[in-house]
């Protein structure tokens, strides 16, 4: 896997050099960088979105009882989960249109 991310900079290093402008090229590794870091973000929501999806469903199963509540604070806790990737890609966005860097 680290080669293939390797050699992909590689390849976008070389078509990035034939740009003559420092702009051009600082908006493109904007792109990039807004791509890969939203792309983290998502990864990492959908992962705590499963771990909470699955430790509701193992409480629920082992009190049914509770399962009202355990189901109200799995809400809350992907509404706080969904927050922070929103965010990220509000910092993504921030970075392509009002880019800070030019």
Known sequence: ???IVLLMLAIAGFAFAAEAEAGEM????????AGVGL????LGGAIGMGNTAAATIAGTARNPGLGGKL???MFIAL??????VIYAL????IALYANPFM
């Open 1 to 3: 896997m680290k080669k």
């Open 26 to 33: 600082l908006k493109a590794y904007s792109v990039v960088a």
């Open 39 to 42: 792309g983290l973000a998502a």
């Open 71 to 73: 189901m109200t604070t």
């Open 79 to 84: 509404a706080m989960i969904e927050a922070q």
């Open 90 to 93: 509000v910092i993504a966005m």
